[in-house]
């Protein structure tokens, strides 16, 4: 930023809200916002510590205000399951949020938890009032412009009693098996698909490059072995002595009541 901040402002049109945020994240910790002498009670070494913006735009100051935040949301916290819940703007919106960023996003928010709210109260799905803790996140991994919320909602809500109500998903016996079929995906398809340079007959072109990153960019790679995939004995879950082995191998049951379930 303090080596093209210029170039951009100069090239790219933007409010002036937004050329001070930027200004005010190229002087934090800086001596341009000032700072303290700090210096050693036992040898004397001194160190200067220049004072952070604060700006909640600033990657640099949010770490403390962050854990503040979190920690004051535990204290909210439900004992209760929640579920996390998206909302996205389609991305034909995106010159209206940045031409018309408070607007967009005030409505995100109250479409988002009017969606929650009819849900709720809804006797067919709670019949209660929920609530939700939201936040907006307007990028996306590449810093591109994806307005989206983040929603926790608990599962549940409270009644007229003013006690609390469970979401509770009442199904028929046979409703469950019915949802569960709708994944059954054809016989030999993959699901799972690689390409390009991740595909499989490049495997060795892969080792290469891996080898010549690490070289470039040491990394400490953590492996997960899982026991029963290794030659780690596995140990009696039981005794905590004993070490699991193999003695008998039992065949398949290749006729017999449970075969075929009744259903074939």
Not at 17 to 45: E, F, M, P, W
Not at 150 to 173: D, F, R, T
Not at 218 to 233: D, E, I, L, N
Request: hydrophobic residues 35%.
């Amino acid at each position: 930023m303090r080596k093209y901040g210029k170039e951009f402002l100069k090239d790219n049109k933007i409010s002036y809200q937004k050329v001070k945020v930027l200004r005010t994240i190229v002087n934090c910790r800086t001596a341009i916002l000032g700072g303290h002498l700090q210096r050693c009670s036992n040898c004397d070494y001194q160190q200067i510590a220049y004072n952070s913006c604060r700006n909640r735009h600033c990657p640099k100051c949010q770490t403390q205000q962050r854990e503040k935040w979190i920690q004051a949301r535990m204290d909210q916290v439900l004992p209760v399951p929640y579920f996390h819940v998206v909302f996205t703007l389609p991305s034909a919106l995106n010159q209206l949020c940045l031409r018309y960023p408070k607007q967009l996003y005030n409505i995100l928010f109250s479409a988002a938890w009017k969606t929650i709210e009819v849900f709720s109260k809804n006797p067919k799905y709670l019949g209660a009032k929920s609530g939700m803790i939201s936040i907006l996140h307007t990028w996306g991994q590449n810093l591109s412009l994806h307005s989206h919320i983040h929603c926790m909602v608990p599962s549940g809500g409270i009644n007229e009693q003013k006690k609390w109500l469970y979401a509770l998903m009442l199904l028929k016996a046979k409703e469950p098996i019915r949802r569960f079929t709708q994944h059954i995906l054809p016989k030999g398809f993959v699901r799972i698909r690689h390409f390009g340079v991740c595909a499989s007959r490049n495997k060795e072109i892969l080792k290469d490059i891996k080898k010549q990153l690490l070289k470039k960019y040491p990394t400490k790679v953590t492996s997960v072995v899982y026991p029963q995939w290794s030659k780690k004995p596995i140990h009696c879950c039981k005794c905590k002595k004993g070490r699991i082995k193999n003695r008998k191998t039992i065949l398949p049951i290749r006729d017999g009541p449970f075969t075929n379930l009744g259903i074939l």
